[in-house]
């Protein structure tokens, strides 16, 4: 599980971390979570999560108006 505090503004570990644990435990027996406000998140960022296994939980406690402006 990746969380606490915004786990996206530390991308560079997620990048490193995801491969390498992909690496070392291929079976996918194992979940991988990444809990975000997603505020962060682009295309290119979500494509690599989706790549690596990862489920993704969003929580709405960010920007409420960037939330909105997605929504339109």
Known sequence: MLFGGEPLLNWPMIEA???WLNE???QRGYDRFLFTNALLLDAKRASFLVDQGVTLYVSLDGDYDVYRAFAR
């Open 24 to 26: 070392r435990y291929p």
């Open 17 to 19: 971390y995801l491969p």
